[in-house]
């Protein structure tokens, strides 16, 4: 059956308390609040730096077994080595601490820094250094990435498009792998401000379509300030609910008794 989850980016931050989380929860225990009302994030802050050992365990055992962390993968091999063969090092220590995880590691998104511009060949070369067993996305900031050999390449590698609206290069809506990537950063692509209910209305018919064609889905909102995150990824959740129950409703076929009761 396709995975179908919604989180946000991230979950510790300042203007969600009262907002989201209780007013006197303390941040060690925000975490597995947030695992309450969500089945999966993005770990951000890993893209900063590599977390110990003991944090990933520490995210690992505060949350139920259904749940899954994306991994933002490290700055080192984005934006300083850019996809380099020197970024082995730092590949191999990401996986050392995605190992920590066990089943509840998923994706792996690669955001690209914006003036990072197309080169389908050092992509190329880059991909044979991931280890196979894993998910991969890739978020561009350039829109020169959004190429057709660009496109062609994912697809190839079962690669997912990471469908992000992030002003620098909205990303076209295209599935180039087994699963979706969505990142939203609010409207306008600027990680503020609630999304209006007919673009979420959109996502949902989106997302739910690709659901039941058998494929994952995985949406985390990056628009976090003011609480804005957490209240959309809860809002798109109840719209994909009613969009189901609306084609469940459509599809369901009428008793024998209710039939006999149909116009001719």
């Keep these: 059956m396709a995975r179908l989850v919604i989180g946000t980016s991230g979950w510790h931050y300042a203007s969600w308390r ?20 969500f089945e999966t994030t993005e770990l951000n802050g890993v893209f900063y730096r590599t977390p110990t050992e003991a944090a990933v365990r520490s995210w690992r055992d505060q949350t139920g077994p259904d749940f899954v962390f994306a991994w933002k993968a490290s700055k080192f091999i984005t934006h300083w080595k850019r996809l380099s063969a020197r970024s082995v090092n ?23 820094p914006p003036q990072f511009e197309a080169d389908p060949e050092r992509l190329e070369a880059f991909l044979p250094l991931l280890p196979r067993h894993r998910r991969y996305s ?12 660009v496109i062609r ?10 469908l992000s609206d992030h002003h620098d290069a909205p990303a076209p809506w295209r599935r180039t792998a087994d699963f ?14 609630n999304y209006p209910t007919a673009a979420l209305e959109d996502w949902a018919k989106r997302v739910h379509a690709w659901s039941a064609q058998g494929i ?27 969009v189901r129950g609306r084609r469940r409703h459509a599809t369901r076929r009428p008793t024998t008794e209710h039939r006999a009761q149909l116009p001719v």
């Design 90 to 112: 730092s590949i191999e220590l990401m996986e050392s601490r995605l190992a920590l995880l066990g089943d509840k590691a998923g994706p792996v998104l690669f955001q690209l």
């Design 216 to 242: 994952d889905v995985f949406v985390y909102f990056d628009n976090d300030q003011k609480s804005a995150a957490p209240a959309d990824a809860l809002r798109l959740r109840a719209l994909l609910d009613a």
């Design 153 to 162: 390449l994912l697809r190839a590698a079962n690669i997912s498009l990471c």
């Design 138 to 149: 890739f978020e561009f900031r350039h829109p020169s990435w959004y190429a057709p050999s």
């Design 180 to 193: 979706v990537y969505v990142r939203g950063h609010g409207p306008g692509g600027r990680y503020k401000d």
């Design 18 to 37: 009262g907002a989201f989380y209780p007013s006197g929860l303390m941040i060690k225990h925000q975490l597995p609040y947030y695992a309450t009302q």
